[in-house]
């Protein structure tokens, strides 16, 4: 058997079924020899590449959203805000758009004072007149508590943000409310959330120095 | 002898937890999202891997695997255990990239033509001329390296074959060839994978 | 795989030719890194340039305006971590530090800062900016994962293709040109989304906006199957779509909907109250 002919069934040879002309060219030829011990090696080595990498983390959550999109992930409350200068695994509860009071046009603002030292904050309260009127969350509280310490533009600009992001989630909510197999509502709403995530996201984010 | 798929790197875990695997997809019929997240922890690692490996960039490789673990969660209710989960998840990612590799209109393993001209070296015309060896082991990044630099018919099948493990009859089912074109290509892929960890390695040699 | 510690920039160095003032302090600093690398840089206040260099190394030039802040560095294997360290009484003037990195075209990049610009450029490995009031300026970048988070600053993409993009915005404007992969998705409450492409790519492009506009602007050739919808403000298009095969069930709002060419990318422009219009470039 000659070199050109052994490669031919060369790949019958490497599934085990062997020729024993094959057989006797291997032991005169170092050439195929060699040609065959790499192809196996080659082989062997290629089940390390099973299983290899890693998927990013942010993987994780896009498809979780579609899942909650598409009502593959059915319970009672979607997966909140974390914030994240509290215990990792806190998760907010927000109230599913069919389920909560909605709330019209009310605004809660928060004052703080000039004096250093003075922790009691003011509330003031605006409201148009509508149903219950919807007080501030606790989250937002914390949201507002965390940027205190900041200057006072900075602050007024997170509380504008707070508003925005709010006021969306009550717009979609309500709408949604009104028709719950609006896709198109149930999409702005998770928007707004994700809206409002950021927004916590990056308020928190610099409240931890060091953080990597 | 090879191993079959399915017992490889995820397979211990898989052992161990093979309980908890069946309640989650319980669970996960009934829409727990906890139960999802266990499954996609369980193989996301071995799906992400294939859509890498047969894509070569990361961007589409994720969204593949985001698109598999969206089909099989769409159908999870119609699981029954017939067969492996994991040999149900794994098949399908399959199908997600080769049809994705389809609707870019790239070649998912190329048809065996008789003229088709051989690019590769293979053994040296002059019976008695010793082919170097490839020395010692392959470097599991080196040979990384050169499945990303095979075209990508020949890497399409490699990693079904040699890596992900499926046999040439699987192949051919889900790629659409003939089992003899499978094989084939098969061989030319290794042929090609053993110039190119040459070559990358004359490189590294001269480079020093 | 252990984080070495964290190094403390000398401060009082200055060298000679940089004439920025007394307390203003130039650091350079040279990083060898491996294929891949993640480069990540926190700095509340200031501009950070980062463009794609050389392979294997991260070099970095940061300008530090005053004593009031520091420069931590941290290299862990093929992980770089730079922070502008904020000490007591620094502000948004005196804590400002300006960084020009070059980084490895593969790098994956993540940037965060409360103001200055951000800019990328030349890139293709993932790429995150996060920021409060930073401008975002992304351009000639391809391949990659581009997430952009902003607060209040102004996002601008060009010539972004082929990879997956991802905006948040509350109040920044979003502009994008020659923007295409296949997936461009834009989230604004009240930031301005503005498309300047060609949705190509057979990609999946979602603009969703709660008062922001909405104006996209794409070639007589495009091949699109739109969505377009506002549930309070008025949508207009310049195109006389095909209509689709399933009828379209009109809820509150106004809306239009329909297909040019062969439809080859999706395209869905959502507004609560803000105003669509989906125009066709003249030329």
New interface residues.
Partial sequence: MKCVEFERVLPEYLEGNYLPAQQAHLQTCAACSNLLADLKLISEQAKSLIASHEPSPALWNALEERLRREGLIRQAQPSGFRLRSFSSRWRLAWLVPVAAAIAIGTVVKLHYPMKAGDTQPVVRQESIPAPPAKPISSEDLQLLTTVAERPPAQRAKYRANLDDANSFIRDAEQSAKQDPSDIFMQQMLINAYEQKQMLYDLAVYRSEPGEQ | MRPKKGNLTDATKLQGDKLTEREAIERAKQGDAEAFKFLYDLHKRRVYSLCLRMTGNTASAEDLTQEAFLQLFRKIGTFRGESAFSTWLHRMAVNVVLMQLRKKGLPVVPIDEPTEPDEEVTVTKEPGAADERLAGSIDRLELQRAVDELPPGYRTIFVLHDVEGYEHNEIAGMVGCSIGNSKSQLHKARLKLRELLRVNRAEKAMKR | MRTQRALRAATVLMFAGMAFGTSTVRKDLHFRVGKHPTV?I?N?YGPITVRAGAPQQVVVVAMLHSDRVELDQSQSRNRI?L?S??LPGA??ISGVVEYEVLVPPDADVTL?A?TGTLHAEKLHG?LTM????AAMEVVDCA???V?L?T??GNVNLTNVR???VEV?S??GDVVMTGVSG??VSV?S??GRIQYDGDFGG?GEYNF?S?TGNIEAMAPPYASIDVLA?S?QGPVESDFSLEPKHAPFIS??GSAFTGTLGKAASSVRL?S??GKIHLKKRQN
């Fill in positions: 990540s926190n509340p971590n922070v360290h904020l502000d948004s965060h409360d993932d996060e920021g409060v009031n391949d990659g994962h997430h988070k607060l209040n082929n990879g997956h948040v509350m109040n296949p997936y989230n409450n009240s057979e969703i709660h919808r549930n809820r509150t959502f609560f109250s």
